[in-house]
């Protein structure tokens, strides 16, 4: 597969709007404030990269310095591109959408295409609409990162050519299983560009693909779900994995049948291989099969900001960390106070246990707290025995060992599975907060933290 791939559309720049804006600048004497212009698109199928747009136009119309100027008057360029007219209500070209695009840079070109002076616009998030079919639901690329973790669903060879045989592939533990309301799988796409002896050069491209035909999930919704995959699998394998391109279908009877999207994903390059879920689940199809789908996405806001969290604590020293960890427990605890987990809602144990009923335990601490009254200025002592009964319900437990506790039980889960002494751990926490170095083992509790952070997660998103 070629790295660089180009697609060449006719665009309108729409200057109408803003020829008020414009005055006596680069008047219209020298073209028509609405044109069609010619332009192509270049992408990178390869690997992450922002899209370049150059659009080609006679050097007498100012293109470039118009944009320039619209620019620095906040108004978004991208706006003006449109595609062109067409009266034939049959003829669909495949069209620019930019209506969700960021400009990331506008740069002229001396490099005259027959005559025609380029400027190049770099573009982050990029839709194309196309009239023709697509033979999956849908098709995202992966990032780097998946590479190896589909690699051991998907393993490869060289054995020898046989007819309508694949040479390569020799073991295919890969399945389809279902997220929602639709059913993906991983997948690669390889080619070998050469054979020399007993060495073959095999080049894999990871893909996310929905097979299943869903006429009722909308193409944007289809792109919502490869996100939530791609979020999914971040968090099983502890490293960012993203698309940033994708085809998927338009539902049926539309103008449209094919949106493409090409975005802009930071590429992060991490070999790692250990990861607990992969420990404790064994294969990524087996964690999707466990997900509660509806429970994942009314927390998916709370897994999305965990999981970067927890990929950036791989990039830290074990102090930091350990801090980092200890921030992703408080968080799920307020979470789960503030937000209904299938239908309850953490509450922290803040009463004490007594061996009397309440009556009895109410007049007990109402009189001890009116014995103290002897210590009371004469003028308040009226006023301090009166007030006594107020102050009942002051004896609780507020620390943050009730809260974690609390916590644990709430998700179902036991503290002692954890090795994690709570007094030890805040105690450890507070050391670091004021710059003291603690003498306990912090790579052993990050290692329970990790552990039971994951598990936390488990409880809220899975069966």
């Keep these: 597969m070629s790295e660089l791939f180009r697609y060449d559309f006719k665009i309108q720049l729409d200057f109408e709007q803003y020829k008020e ?91 005259y295409l027959h005559d025609k002076q380029p400027v190049v616009l770099t573009i982050d ?48 533990n890969n399945r389809t299983v279902r997220l929602g309301p639709v059913a993906f799988k991983l997948m690669f796409e390889h080619q070998y560009e050469a054979i020399h002896g007993r060495e073959i050069t095999i080049i894999r491209d990871p893909y996310l693909v929905f097979t299943e035909e869903s006429d009722e999930v909308s193409a944007e919704e289809f792109i919502l779900l490869g996100t939530k995959v791609c979020q999914l699998m971040s ?98 605890r307020n979470y789960c106070m503030a937000t209904p987990i299938k239908d309850n809602q953490l509450t922290i144990k803040e009463e004490y246990s007594f061996t009397v009923g309440k009556r009895k335990r109410d007049n007990i601490i109402k009189d001890a707290i009116k014995s103290i009254s002897s210590i009371v200025e004469d003028s308040d002592v009226k006023d301090f025995e009166a007030n006594a009964s107020n102050k009942v319900t002051f004896i609780r437990k507020t620390g943050l060992i009730d809260q974690f506790s609390s916590l644990i039980s709430f998700l179902g889960l036991d503290a002692e599975d954890y090795a994690i002494d709570f007094q030890t751990l805040i105690r450890i926490r507070n050391d670091i907060y004021h710059g003291n170095l603690p003498d306990e083992n912090i790579p052993e509790y990050n290692h329970h933290m990790n552990s039971l952070i994951y598990d936390m997660l488990l409880k809220l998103i899975t069966y």
């Design 21 to 111: 804006v414009f005055g006596d600048n680069y008047g219209h004497t020298t073209t028509d404030y609405t044109r069609v212009y010619n332009s192509s698109l270049w992408f990178n199928q390869i690997k992450p990269q922002y899209s370049k747009l150059t659009i080609y136009y006679d050097h007498q119309e100012y293109i470039f310095e118009k944009l320039e100027y619209l620019l620095e008057k906040g108004i978004n360029i991208l706006s003006l591109i449109k595609p062109e007219p067409t009266e034939d209500k049959w003829n669909f070209r495949s069209i620019l959408d930019l209506s969700e695009s960021m400009l990331i840079k506008i740069k002229e070109s001396h490099y």
């Design 125 to 172: 998030n990029i839709s194309i609409l196309d009239p023709g079919g697509f033979m999956y639901n849908g098709r995202f690329t992966l990032t780097e990162n998946a590479i190896q973790h589909i690699s051991n669903y998907i393993k490869y060879t060289f054995v020898a050519y046989i007819e309508d045989k694949d040479p390569l592939l020799y073991e295919n």
């Design 235 to 332: 968090l099983f394998w502890e490293k960012r994995i993203d698309f940033f391109h994708a085809k998927v279908r338009i539902k049926p009877h539309e103008k449209y049948r094919t949106k493409e999207l090409i975005k802009y994903s930071e590429p992060t390059s991490d070999k790692s291989v250990d990861s607990y879920l992969e420990r404790k689940l064994e294969t990524f199809y087996n964690f999707i099969e466990r997900i509660d789908y509806d429970a994942f996405c009314a927390h998916e806001l709370l897994v999305a900001d965990t999981t970067t969290r927890l990929i950036r604590s791989k990039e830290v020293d074990s102090i930091s960390r350990f801090m980092i960890y200890y921030n992703i427990i408080e968080k799920i």
